[in-house]
């Protein structure tokens, strides 16, 4: 068995990130407002962290507009979804280890 240590991945060392990735594996997707809203943070600070996932292949975005406002929707990708719950097993593990 993987060390649980070695489950875990830094990109989501962040709890915005982690915040992030959470909202999107059980929503098919959210828009920025939604999220900045329930992540409580600054449109500067979200659009970083969500430009980090998006490189890294762990979220989608698609752009597109409602009336003449523009809106933009994240969703998780396949590879985020396999790599945040490798993560969250890695931190089980951890977990369950010292109780």
Do not use: C, W
Not at 2 to 25: H, T, V, W, Y
Not at 32 to 51: P, Q, R, W
Not at 60 to 83: C, D, H, I, M, P
Request: glycine share 8%.
């Amino acid at each position: 068995m993987k060390n649980p240590i070695e489950q875990l991945n830094k990109i989501f060392d962040s709890r915005i990130r982690l915040g992030i990735m959470s909202a999107l594996m059980v929503n098919d997707s959210i828009n920025f407002n939604e999220l900045k809203e329930l992540i409580a943070v600054t449109d500067g600070n979200l659009a970083s962290h969500l430009k980090t996932l998006e490189e890294s292949g762990f979220i989608k975005v698609q752009k597109g507009f409602v009336g003449r406002k523009t809106n933009t929707l994240y969703s998780v990708t396949k590879a985020g979804e396999k790599a945040f719950k490798q993560h969250l097993d890695g931190l089980e593990q951890m977990i369950k280890s010292i109780q």
